[in-house]
């Protein structure tokens, strides 16, 4: 079985611009949750997409955002990119909807804002 | 709000000595606790889990207890090799729907 699989794997952005990252999830799993890693916050829930709904949303403000499509990939959007944003964004999948359930998460797109 | 503290290391350790992680939490109600691990340029894998108090989670050799009392969760294993380098995150799953709630990570290295 295919894992999650994470595109791009890195990417270089400017200031002010906006991104989109995209997550396929494994086959079958309908939960997708998405995270940022910086060295200095380290792991940071962004939001869960469970059958094209969001359920869950961390403590980010309105420019991250996301969708989920009918076969269960997801894309995160980030507007008007600040230097802050720099981090690996990681996707993680599940056959079930929240977090006590084993996550299965990709390698990770590594963003860059110069 | 939930949080979870681990020493972040890096630990560092002769091949087929004893380990442990220090992982303590604090959060409301009773969560479900983790241990998830990350290879190098790969995504993070679920090590072990554990859902209630006293419940212990083991995995490769590896076992944490719930101990709701010290409110920890602390990782061992009794010989560790080579291949365990690797970072390992500490997390926690509480009752509302916030996702996982992760340590800043402990950096392992084994030298042979």
């Known amino acids: 079985k295919a894992g999650v699989t994470q595109t791009p794997r890195y990417l270089i952005k400017t200031r002010g611009q906006q991104v989109t990252l995209s997550c396929s999830p494994i086959?079958?799993?309908?939960?997708v949750s998405w995270y940022q890693q910086t060295p200095g916050q380290g792991l940071q829930f962004l939001f869960e997409y469970f059958s094209e709904t969001q359920r869950n949303k961390g403590n980010f403000p309105g420019r991250f955002s996301g969708r989920q499509f009918s076969n269960s990939r997801s894309e995160m959007n980030v507007s008007t990119l600040e230097l802050g944003d720099s981090a690996l964004y990681l996707c993680a999948s599940s056959p079930y909807q929240g977090p006590s359930y084993e996550q299965y998460f990709g390698p990770g797109t590594r963003l860059t804002v110069t | 709000g939930d949080s979870v503290t681990q020493m972040e290391g890096p630990v560092t350790l002769s091949e087929e000595a004893f380990l442990t992680i220090n992982c303590t939490y604090t959060a409301t109600g009773y969560p479900s606790l983790f241990w998830y691990v990350q290879y190098p340029g790969e995504g993070l894998q679920l090590l072990l889990k554990?859902?209630?108090?006293?419940d212990k989670g083991s995995n490769k050799g590896f076992e944490a207890t719930y101990r709701k009392e010290t409110t920890s969760f602390h990782l061992e294993k009794g010989s560790v090799q080579v291949s365990d380098s690797a970072v390992y995150f500490c997390?926690?799953?509480?009752?509302?729907?916030?996702?996982?709630?992760f340590g800043k990570g402990t950096h392992l290295i084994i030298q042979p």
């Open positions: 997390a926690l799953s509480g009752g509302g729907a916030d996702g996982l709630t």
């Open positions: 086959s079958g799993h309908r939960s």
């Open positions: 554990a859902t209630k108090a006293d």
